[in-house]
C-alpha cells in the first residue's frame, strides 16, 4: 500500500477519534481560583481554623460542660491553669472572680465572631449597593456619594466607634455592630466603585444595553457577578479587623460589657491581674490574635486566587 493510501485510510479514524473526543470545559475565573486554593497550604489551614472557630461559637456545649458565669470565689480565685487537665474546666486556670477561663474562652467565640461576621455582611452590603450606584451612573450621583464616603473616611474608625457607642448606655452586640457598620462601609464602597466603572466598559453590558434590558437587571445580572470577586477579597481581610476592633474597643471599655461573655471583655478584666496572673489576660489576648490571623491567612489566599496578576 501507498504512503498516500495509508493516511487516506487513517483519515477516517483520526477523523472519528476528533468526534468522540469531549470538549474541554471552559474554565471560568471562580474554578481556576478553587482550584489554586485548594493546593495552597495557607487557604487549609486557615479555612480549618476558621470552620474549627465557628463550629465552637455555634455549639459551644460540645467543648465544655462548664458555665462560664458560675464564680467560686472560695475554691477557685485566681487558681493557676492545670496545663494537663485538657478540655477540662480548670485548663486555662480561673479568673479573678472564681470563672474557668476555659470556658469563657469557648463561649466568648460566639459573641467575638458574631461581631465580625455581623459587621462584614452589612459593610458588604452598604458598601457594595453605594459602591455599584456611584459607578454605574456617574455624575452628580457619582460625586455626592464619592464625597458622602469621603466625608466618612476621614473620620478615625476607632476613635468615631468610641465617641458614638459611648452615646449608648446599653452596649449590646447588635448596638456594637452597628457603631462599626456606620464607619466601615467605606472602603468596601471604594472598591465596588472602582469596580463598576471598569465593568460598565465592557461590551456584554453595551449589548445588555442595546437589547433594552432594565438597570436593575444589568446591575444584578452582569454588573454585580464581575464585580464580586475584588469585594470578596476586602471584606475577608477586613473581617479579622472587625474582630480585632471590638475587642479593642471592649478593652476600652467602651465596647461589649458583662453580663456578655466575650474575649475583649475578659481582656479587659484582665488587665487587673496582670502582674499576679498573667495568664488570665493572655488567654484571651492569644484567642483573639489566633482567630484574626486565621481570617487575614484565609484573605490573603482568596486574594492570590483571585488576583490574575499574582498568579
Given at each position: 500500500m501507498s504512503a498516500e493510501a495509508k493516511v487516506t485510510a487513517a483519515a477516517p479514524d483520526a477523523v472519528a477519534a476528533a468526534v468522540a473526543a469531549k470538549p474541554e470545559k471552559a474554565r471560568s475565573l471562580w474554578s481556576d481560583a478553587w482550584g489554586d486554593l485548594r493546593r495552597n497550604p495557607l487557604f487549609l489551614i486557615s479555612a480549618a481554623l476558621i470552620v474549627l472557630l465557628l463550629t465552637i461559637s455555634a455549639f459551644p456545649g460540645l467543648f465544655t460542660s462548664a458555665s462560664p458565669r458560675d464564680a467560686d470565689l472560695a475554691n477557685h480565685y485566681l487558681q493557676h491553669p492545670?496545663?494537663?487537665?485538657?478540655?477540662?474546666?480548670?485548663?486555662?486556670?480561673?479568673?479573678?472572680?472564681?470563672?474557668?477561663?476555659?470556658?469563657?474562652?469557648?463561649?466568648?467565640?460566639?459573641?467575638?465572631?458574631?461581631?465580625?461576621?455581623?459587621?462584614?455582611?452589612?459593610?458588604?452590603?452598604?458598601?457594595?449597593?453605594?459602591?455599584?450606584?456611584?459607578?454605574?451612573?456617574?455624575?452628580?450621583?457619582?460625586s455626592l456619594l464619592s464625597r458622602i464616603t469621603d466625608i466618612f473616611m476621614g473620620i478615625p474608625f476607632l476613635l468615631g466607634a468610641l465617641v458614638v457607642l459611648t452615646s449608648f448606655e446599653n452596649r449590646?452586640?447588635?448596638?456594637?455592630?452597628?457603631?462599626?457598620?456606620?464607619?466601615?462601609?467605606?472602603?468596601?464602597?471604594?472598591?465596588?466603585?472602582?469596580?463598576?466603572?471598569?465593568?460598565?466598559?465592557?461590551?456584554?453590558?453595551?449589548?445588555?444595553?442595546?437589547l433594552g434590558a432594565s438597570t436593575t437587571r444589568i446591575l444584578l445580572r452582569h454588573v454585580l457577578p464581575n464585580a464580586l470577586a475584588p469585594i470578596i477579597v476586602v471584606a475577608t481581610i477586613a473581617l479579622g479587623g472587625y474582630i480585632a476592633a471590638e475587642a479593642t474597643l471592649s478593652f476600652l471599655g467602651v465596647g461589649l460589657a458583662e453580663p456578655t461573655v466575650s474575649w475583649g471583655v475578659d481582656v479587659s478584666s484582665g488587665r487587673e491581674q496582670l502582674r499576679n496572673a498573667p495568664y488570665v489576660l493572655i488567654i484571651p489576648s492569644v484567642m483573639v490574635s489566633i482567630t484574626v490571623l486565621a481570617f487575614l491567612m484565609f484573605g490573603d489566599a482568596v486574594r492570590n486566587a483571585l488576583d490574575p496578576k499574582l498568579r
Open positions: 492545670n496545663w494537663g487537665h485538657f478540655f477540662a474546666p480548670d485548663w486555662f486556670g480561673y479568673d479573678g472572680q472564681g470563672r474557668s477561663i476555659y470556658a469563657r474562652v469557648i463561649y466568648g467565640a460566639r459573641a467575638s465572631i458574631i461581631v465580625g461576621v455581623g459587621v462584614t455582611a452589612l459593610v458588604t452590603i452598604l458598601g457594595t449597593i453605594v459602591g455599584m450606584l456611584a459607578g454605574y451612573f456617574g455624575g452628580l450621583t457619582d449590646a452586640i447588635w448596638v456594637v455592630i452597628l457603631a462599626l457598620v456606620f464607619l466601615g462601609w467605606t472602603t468596601i464602597a471604594r472598591v465596588a466603585r472602582g469596580a463598576v466603572i471598569n465593568i460598565k466598559q465592557a461590551d456584554y453590558v453595551v449589548a445588555a444595553k442595546a
